[in-house]
């Protein structure tokens, strides 16, 4: 064997090694809707936290937010599975549900201190107007965006789709 078809074995080898140790699951951007689900994953936490800490301050409105929780169940399952599948299409398996639980680890460590200017009747306020409000994904995801949901997510945003020249006459 001459010294050329030794050093292409040798980059074959290579490689297929470096694709073999590759992971399985590249990861991917994430498209507005899984944005828009994990914002109002994160609403649901700011709430769930801020009653909790409400109510250790003796304020108790839990009443509203478990009535919160029963009312929209169906959405916020929804956003859920839908973060959990894209997890699970990106890391696969146990990491993507490792993943999804620090992202609501990291949703409930933001509020866990409270908000700025923010009391606990403020919180009663917006509690009392998000279970008010009908069920549907996108009253949810617009009390969400009001309310600053901005989650950290485990990959980068996509970038939004080019417009064509003839969309933006």
């Given at each position: 064997m001459g010294r050329?078809?030794?050093?292409?074995?040798?980059?074959?080898?290579?490689?297929?090694a470096m694709t073999a140790a590759a992971p399985a699951h590249a990861q991917r951007c994430w498209n507005q809707t899984l944005v828009e689900a994990a914002q109002v994953k994160e609403y649901d936490v700011m709430l769930m936290v801020a009653t909790l800490r409400c109510q250790a301050k003796g304020v108790d409105f839990s009443s509203t937010?478990?009535?919160?929780?029963?009312?929209h169940k169906p959405?916020?399952?929804?956003?859920?599975?839908?973060?959990?599948?894209?997890?699970?299409?990106?890391?696969?398996g146990k990491a993507a549900l490792k993943a999804y639980d620090s992202m609501s680890v990291?949703?409930?460590?933001?509020?866990?201190?409270?908000?700025d200017g923010?009391?606990?009747?403020?919180?009663?306020?917006?509690?009392?107007?998000a279970q008010a409000s009908r069920s549907t994904r996108a009253d949810l995801l617009a009390l969400a965006q009001r309310a600053g949901a901005d989650?950290?997510?485990?990959?980068?945003r996509c970038a939004?789709?080019?417009?064509?020249?003839a969309a933006t006459n």
């Amino acid at each position: 064997m001459g010294r050329g078809k030794i050093a292409r074995a040798v980059w074959v080898g290579v490689l297929c090694a470096m694709t073999a140790a590759a992971p399985a699951h590249a990861q991917r951007c994430w498209n507005q809707t899984l944005v828009e689900a994990a914002q109002v994953k994160e609403y649901d936490v700011m709430l769930m936290v801020a009653t909790l800490r409400c109510q250790a301050k003796g304020v108790d409105f839990s009443s509203t937010y478990n009535s919160f929780v029963l009312t929209h169940k169906p959405i916020l399952k929804a956003v859920g599975d839908e973060m959990i599948r894209e997890l699970n299409t990106s890391l696969g398996g146990k990491a993507a549900l490792k993943a999804y639980d620090s992202m609501s680890v990291t949703m409930a460590n933001k509020y866990g201190r409270g908000i700025d200017g923010l009391e606990c009747s403020d919180f009663q306020i917006m509690l009392t107007e998000a279970q008010a409000s009908r069920s549907t994904r996108a009253d949810l995801l617009a009390l969400a965006q009001r309310a600053g949901a901005d989650p950290v997510l485990p990959a980068p945003r996509c970038a939004p789709p080019m417009q064509t020249a003839a969309a933006t006459n």
